[in-house]
């Protein structure tokens, strides 16, 4: 059983439910969102997940007991929300989401007005300090409704996909003469991107064919989660068998989106931070963008070439964002696929990145593997390899010893990060589960990057009983 706190990260709440996520909690969250971050009126959503109905429930009556207004906009994306806060007068938003976890698991991200992230310095752990004492408190379920302020029901979808359109500005041309129109797959995973997908896809120039779009907590299809290898298969098959030319999929509730080229290849999102940092400066010429420290060299590249600013952030979207609106930065871009955009309120959109993909794929009429191919061999990357170990600390601090004396540069921002001559690596420890996570990339050297990777993973393996996440 999880201690009632376990639940608390870097910069956001998650956990199994009922062990470490509950009604009790929930109402004691609400109550300490009013208290400590002075919220009068806040806007709710929630991923598909089962679990999601019972928080919002609790989550919601804590929010009224302290005196609050809420909003409920129902099953959404995280986007969403940002949207609202971003968009609305909300003294704050909160989605209830578990995001890419498994099906047992849920969490609350939450903002400020404005979509401004609360994180752990930003004050997520003064609420945690709060939660902890009303847990103490009173340890009722404490769920039921009570004569409080109102708790109104709204939907914002419809301008929200009309802003996505009109931004992304891929509603707007037909194809040239001559041209077929751009065919997509989009496998919404049976998380909430259907609901967007449905709506955006009417104001769209391009043929879709749209896999598992009906959301549905139990999965039956998988927890949609595309970082997994094992979770590529479907949406890869889909991509040949339409003969498409480009493939998206999304985790649960869409603040992520993944690619796959023409002829159904994953594609690292790495090179996609590329493609949008150059259609970014396009718009915004000179301007910053940021990325985190994981895998770099290709970003950086590209932005000086393309005339814009790389500057590195800390790894998570609390962090992300915060660095953003610190720089004023256009756009940064993670690994992990979190993309965050200056004219999203710096926020990370799961439907920005493929309708900008797909407006560049529109005007070039390039294929997208042709795109990113000369950056994908010129800096050769692992992807980011998971591994649950017994004592990360100390697995860290073995690896940094063993390599950094051989190091050209090093930098402790995020983790361990080493970089030589014809190769570099990241290794850090998630802000949200116990993994250590690597990635490695080269310049322009496939075997150097093969014999770098199974090298790190065996020190890994061999040293503290890893096993693969």
């Known amino acids: 059983m999880n201690t009632p706190l376990s639940c608390f990260k870097a910069y956001d709440i998650r956990g199994r439910v009922p062990d470490a996520l509950n009604a009790p909690l929930a109402h004691a969250l609400g109550r300490a969102v009013v208290e400590v971050l002075g919220a009068r009126h ?42 609202a806060a971003a968009n609305r007068p909300f ?64 939907c914002f979808r419809g301008e929200y996909v009309r802003w996505l359109l009109d931004y992304s500005g891929a509603g707007q041309n037909a194809p ?72 998206i999929a999304w985790d649960g509730d869409f603040d992520r989106c993944f690619f796959y080229d023409g002829n ?47 500057v590195m952030g800390k790894t998570g979207h609390a962090f992300m964002k915060e660095r953003m609106r610190a720089e004023d930065a256009v756009y940064g871009g993670e690994m992990s696929a979190h993309h965050y955009f200056r004219d999203f309120a710096y926020c990370d959109s799961g439907m920005l990145p493929w309708l900008l993909v797909a407006t560049l794929l529109h005007r070039t009429g390039r294929p997208l593997a042709e795109l990113v191919a000369e950056r994908m061999n010129a800096y050769p990357c692992s992807g980011e390899i998971n591994r649950r170990v017994q004592d990360a600390p100390a697995l860290m601090k073995l690896v940094r010893e063993q390599y950094a004396p051989y190091a050209l540069h090093e930098d402790s921002m995020d983790g361990v990060n080493l970089e030589f001559a014809n190769w570099r690596f990241n290794l850090r420890m998630s802000n949200t589960e116990p993994l250590l996570r690597l990635n490695v990339e080269t310049r322009g050297n496939r075997a150097l990057l093969e014999d770098k990777t199974a090298e790190l993973l065996h020190l890994l393996e061999s040293r503290n009983g890893a096993v693969l996440a």
């Open 264 to 310: 159904g290849n994953f594609i690292e999102s790495y090179y996609c931070i590329g493609l949008l940092a150059q259609e970014l400066l396009r718009r915004a010429p000179g301007g910053k963008v940021v990325h985190d420290t994981r895998v770099y060299w290709n970003t950086r590249e590209v932005v000086l070439a393309a005339g814009g600013q790389p």
């Open 91 to 154: 003294d704050a938003g909160i989605m209830i989401t578990g995001s890419h976890n498994p099906a047992d698991e849920n969490g609350f991200k939450l903002v400020r007005g404005g979509a401004i992230p609360v994180s752990g310095d930003s004050g997520l752990f003064a609420l945690r300090d709060r939660v902890a004492e009303l847990l103490t408190e009173d340890a009722r379920a404490a769920t039921a409704d009570a004569p409080y302020p109102a708790l109104h029901e709204d």
């Open 42 to 83: 806040v806007v709710l959503g929630r991923d598909a997940r089962l679990s999601g109905p019972l928080l919002r429930d609790a989550l919601a009556s804590g929010l009224r007991a302290a005196g609050a207004n809420v909003t409920d906009i129902g099953l959404c994306g995280t986007e969403e929300i940002y949207y």
């Open 176 to 247: 040239a003469k001559g041209r077929r129109p751009l065919k997509i797959v989009a496998d919404a995973g049976n998380g909430c991107a259907g609901l967007v997908l449905q709506e955006l896809v009417k104001g769209l120039p391009f043929d879709f064919t749209c896999l598992h779009m009906e959301p549905d907590g139990s999965f039956p299809n998988g927890v949609p989660n595309p970082l997994l290898p094992e979770r590529r298969a479907a949406t890869a098959a889909a991509v040949r068998e339409a003969g498409a030319d480009m493939g």
